[in-house]
Protein backbone atom coordinates (compact mmCIF):
# COMPACT_ATOMS: atom_id res chain seq x y z
CA UNK A 1 0.00 0.00 0.00
CA UNK A 2 1.46 3.36 -1.17
CA UNK A 3 0.60 4.85 2.47
CA UNK A 4 2.68 2.79 4.29
CA UNK A 5 5.20 5.30 4.27
CA UNK A 6 3.46 7.66 6.10
CA UNK A 7 2.34 5.24 8.80
CA UNK A 8 6.07 3.94 8.86
CA UNK A 9 7.34 7.49 9.64
CA UNK A 10 4.92 7.43 12.70
CA UNK A 11 6.29 4.53 13.78
CA UNK A 12 9.59 5.24 13.26
CA UNK A 13 9.14 8.58 15.54
CA UNK A 14 6.92 6.52 17.91
CA UNK A 15 4.66 8.79 18.11
CA UNK A 16 0.58 8.02 19.66
CA UNK A 17 -1.79 8.13 16.37
CA UNK A 18 -5.09 6.63 14.82
CA UNK A 19 -5.40 5.68 11.57
CA UNK A 20 -8.64 7.11 10.68
CA UNK A 21 -8.98 6.40 7.54
CA UNK A 22 -6.68 4.84 4.64
CA UNK A 23 -5.24 8.25 3.87
CA UNK A 24 -5.97 10.17 7.47
CA UNK A 25 -4.14 9.67 10.77
CA UNK A 26 -4.94 11.69 13.87
CA UNK A 27 -2.25 11.98 16.44
CA UNK A 28 -2.85 12.43 19.76
CA UNK A 29 0.65 12.50 21.38
CA UNK A 30 0.47 14.42 24.22
CA UNK A 31 4.56 13.82 25.65
CA UNK A 32 5.19 15.47 21.86
CA UNK A 33 3.19 18.13 21.90
CA UNK A 34 1.32 16.36 18.85
CA UNK A 35 -2.76 16.64 20.38
CA UNK A 36 -4.80 16.71 17.30
CA UNK A 37 -2.69 17.08 14.16
CA UNK A 38 -3.80 15.48 11.33
CA UNK A 39 -1.76 13.87 8.27
CA UNK A 40 -3.59 13.21 5.19
CA UNK A 41 -2.49 11.89 1.94
CA UNK A 42 -4.82 13.58 -0.68
CA UNK A 43 -2.48 12.70 -3.71
CA UNK A 44 -0.15 14.22 -4.82
CA UNK A 45 -0.28 15.66 -1.10
CA UNK A 46 0.75 15.11 2.37
CA UNK A 47 -1.44 17.85 4.02
CA UNK A 48 -0.43 17.87 7.63
CA UNK A 49 -3.29 20.31 10.09
CA UNK A 50 -3.89 21.25 13.13
CA UNK A 51 -6.59 23.49 14.23
CA UNK A 52 -5.49 26.05 17.31
CA UNK A 53 -8.66 27.93 17.97
CA UNK A 54 -12.02 30.07 16.37
CA UNK A 55 -11.03 33.13 15.18
CA UNK A 56 -12.45 35.55 17.57
CA UNK A 57 -14.45 38.52 16.95
CA UNK A 58 -12.29 41.44 18.93
CA UNK A 59 -8.48 42.01 18.13
CA UNK A 60 -8.60 40.57 14.57
CA UNK A 61 -5.73 42.97 13.53
CA UNK A 62 -3.62 42.42 16.29
CA UNK A 63 -3.78 38.87 15.88
CA UNK A 64 -3.59 38.42 12.35
CA UNK A 65 -0.49 41.01 12.73
CA UNK A 66 1.14 38.24 15.67
CA UNK A 67 0.03 35.41 12.82
CA UNK A 68 2.07 37.04 10.03
CA UNK A 69 5.34 37.91 12.88
CA UNK A 70 5.29 34.25 14.31
CA UNK A 71 4.93 32.96 10.45
CA UNK A 72 7.80 34.97 9.39
CA UNK A 73 9.95 34.16 12.80
CA UNK A 74 8.73 30.61 13.97
CA UNK A 75 7.10 28.60 12.40
CA UNK A 76 9.90 26.97 9.89
CA UNK A 77 7.73 24.04 8.31
CA UNK A 78 4.05 25.20 7.70
CA UNK A 79 2.14 28.38 8.13
CA UNK A 80 -0.54 29.67 9.94
CA UNK A 81 -3.88 30.47 8.24
CA UNK A 82 -7.69 30.93 8.10
CA UNK A 83 -10.05 28.23 7.27
CA UNK A 84 -13.64 28.57 8.02
CA UNK A 85 -13.09 30.84 11.13
CA UNK A 86 -10.75 28.91 12.61
CA UNK A 87 -6.95 29.69 13.21
CA UNK A 88 -5.59 26.14 11.64
CA UNK A 89 -1.24 25.61 11.59
CA UNK A 90 -0.57 23.93 8.40
CA UNK A 91 1.59 22.27 5.69
CA UNK A 92 2.34 20.65 2.64
CA UNK A 93 4.04 18.27 0.58
CA UNK A 94 4.62 16.41 -2.82
CA UNK A 95 4.19 12.63 -0.70
CA UNK A 96 6.64 11.78 -4.27
CA UNK A 97 9.46 13.45 -2.85
CA UNK A 98 9.22 13.28 1.18
CA UNK A 99 11.53 11.92 2.97
CA UNK A 100 12.06 10.96 6.70
CA UNK A 101 13.79 14.06 7.17
CA UNK A 102 11.16 16.34 5.67
CA UNK A 103 8.38 14.67 7.93
CA UNK A 104 9.73 14.93 10.37
CA UNK A 105 10.78 18.18 10.37
CA UNK A 106 7.10 19.72 9.91
CA UNK A 107 6.08 17.61 13.00
CA UNK A 108 8.74 18.96 14.99
CA UNK A 109 8.22 22.45 13.98
CA UNK A 110 4.35 21.74 14.45
CA UNK A 111 5.11 20.52 18.07
CA UNK A 112 7.31 23.55 18.64
CA UNK A 113 4.68 26.09 17.33
CA UNK A 114 1.76 23.90 19.29
CA UNK A 115 3.37 24.12 22.58
CA UNK A 116 5.23 27.58 22.47
CA UNK A 117 2.61 29.65 20.60
CA UNK A 118 -0.46 28.82 22.69
CA UNK A 119 0.26 30.71 25.43
CA UNK A 120 0.83 33.62 23.18
CA UNK A 121 -2.47 33.22 20.67
CA UNK A 122 -4.82 32.14 23.62
CA UNK A 123 -5.00 35.88 25.15
CA UNK A 124 -7.10 36.31 21.71
CA UNK A 125 -9.71 33.76 22.46
CA UNK A 126 -12.80 34.66 22.88
CA UNK A 127 -13.50 35.61 26.92
CA UNK A 128 -16.67 34.13 26.95
CA UNK A 129 -15.41 30.47 25.34
CA UNK A 130 -14.86 28.02 28.24
CA UNK A 131 -12.90 25.84 26.66
CA UNK A 132 -10.24 23.59 28.58
CA UNK A 133 -6.95 23.17 26.81
CA UNK A 134 -6.01 24.00 23.65
CA UNK A 135 -7.99 22.94 20.54
CA UNK A 136 -5.40 21.16 18.68
Not at 74 to 102: P, R, S
Request: no cysteine; net charge negative; charged share 25%.
Amino acid sequence: MEDSKIEQYLVNLMLTYQKIDSNLWLLDDEEHSLQGVAVMHADPFVIFRAEIMDSPKDNLLELYQKLLELNATDVVHGAYALENKKIVLINTMQYDTMDYDEFRATLDSFSFALSQHYPVLSKYREKSASKKGAEV
